[in-house]
């Protein structure tokens, strides 16, 4: 009896001494809390759905500095009146409303093969309102079918009204202000952000062949926190007219590398063109920010694969196009790339590495979405083998890819 009543003195004063320390003082115990906080790096894992290609997740390590809570990379939903695939495919009864205030945006990425693309869409879709296109200006207006207000924000509808090429970072904080100033004020739209991948290395070879006959695309703004980027040329004069592979590679501020990831990436997560970030740092926010982003839009598309983004396209907005996309592969980077000697080829890869990492992403991405359309669709072996063949349309723009996609006039 006596040892049990040792016992419980024991336990009443260690109850004493235990509810001091944490109630008396707190200050002391947030001190070790903070401690633990910052002393090793915050890992943050952003899971993608899985699919027949076995998407992994995406793992990101933040610093002790806090990067996650200066940005909203992973919060995408909340850009004003965007909608993401998840939107569209959780709800059965879908439908992308040209009628009421849906807005397609797309987002052109240089040699992708998006200025034949933004054609199909200004020319080739099945609409009750065609879009009208004036024959010696690059424009059509692209109008719904009850009044004049725009239905898609590309190029060749209301051009460059974000700057040339505009990236994810300069789009979602213009596209409804300029739409504004067309339209006016107090339309509460909705956004479908919509693009094109390319293979990294065709992609690059391609954008290198187009510099070396002397485009510059110097009226992109590179807009970004606020302020327009003040980036470095490559080159004295003009235009870069005449560069070679080494010289095109060498230049540190060649914005042809890794250019998908930037142009979809938010820039302001990584303070922008300006960073106080380590290199490595910035490249892994910024791919994971492009992987999210590529996640979240309603529509992307492979340039290696026409039939499917045809498919995938028509099936996820309720569009038709009056033309087959065709499959064209003999193009000028193809033949440069056969050009390249082994050392060349890595040195290619290893500055784009960002980019193949994100196109292997979006090329399984890309297949789970088309396997889950295809699965739905009972008369999907019909439609896919007739893709493009409308009764009621009998003209459409004819396909020529090296015209397109190696355009030697065109800087834009």
């Not at 033309?323 to 390249?340: G, K, V």
């Not at 292997?360 to 889950?372: G, P, S, T, V, Y």
């Amino acid at each position: 009896m006596q040892e049990t009543v040792w016992i419980c003195a024991f336990l009443v004063l260690t109850g004493i001494v235990y509810v001091g320390y944490f109630v008396g003082y707190p200050d002391h115990v947030r001190a070790l809390s903070n401690q633990r906080e910052i002393k090793g790096p915050a890992r943050v894992t952003e899971s993608f759905p899985a699919g027949p290609a076995a998407l992994s997740s995406v793992s990101i390590e933040f610093d002790k500095n806090g990067l996650l809570s200066v940005h909203p990379a992973f919060k995408l939903q909340s850009i004003q009146g965007s909608l993401g695939y998840d939107d569209i495919f959780a709800n059965d009864t879908f439908q992308f409303d040209i009628n009421a205030h849906d807005v397609m945006v797309f987002l052109h990425i240089q040699k992708t093969g998006g200025t034949l693309f933004g054609k199909h869409l200004v020319r080739d879709l099945d609409l009750q309102r065609p879009c009208s296109c004036q024959r010696r200006r690059k424009r059509c207006f692209c109008f719904r079918p009850n009044r004049n207000e725009n239905w898609l924000f590309s190029r060749y509808s209301t051009g460059w009204k974000c700057g040339l090429h505009a990236d994810w970072t300069e789009l979602t904080g213009c596209v409804d202000m300029e739409l504004n100033k067309i339209e006016g004020e107090g339309i509460k739209r909705r956004y479908f952000y919509i693009t094109i991948i390319r293979d990294p290395v065709a992609r690059y070879l391609s954008e290198f062949r187009h510099v070396q006959r002397g485009a510059t695309w110097r009226g992109a703004r590179h807009w970004c926190g606020g302020t327009q980027a003040n980036i470095p040329q490559c080159y004295n004069g003009p235009s870069w007219q005449g560069v070679t592979l080494e010289q095109f590679m060498a230049c540190p501020y060649n914005l042809g590398s890794n250019r998908q990831t930037r142009m979809l990436a938010d820039l302001s997560i990584v303070g922008c063109y300006n960073s106080s970030l380590s290199s490595a740092d910035r490249d892994r926010l910024m791919l994971a920010s492009a992987k999210h982003n590529l996640q979240f839009m309603p529509f992307f598309m492979l340039t290696e694969y026409q039939k499917v983004g045809q498919y995938s396209f028509e099936e996820t907005f309720g569009m038709r196009f009056a033309i087959a996309f065709e499959q064209h592969n003999a193009t000028l980077s193809a033949a440069t790339m056969a050009m390249l000697s082994t050392d060349q080829l890595d040195a290619v890869r290893r500055l784009n590495s960002l980019d193949l990492e994100l196109y292997e992403f979006a090329k399984n991405l890309a297949f789970q979405r088309f396997k889950r359309l295809r699965d739905r669709d009972p008369y999907f072996v019909q439609r896919f083998q007739h893709l493009g063949e409308l009764p009621s349309r009998q003209s459409a723009t004819e396909f020529n890819w090296d015209s397109v996609i190696e355009d030697t006039t065109d800087n834009e």
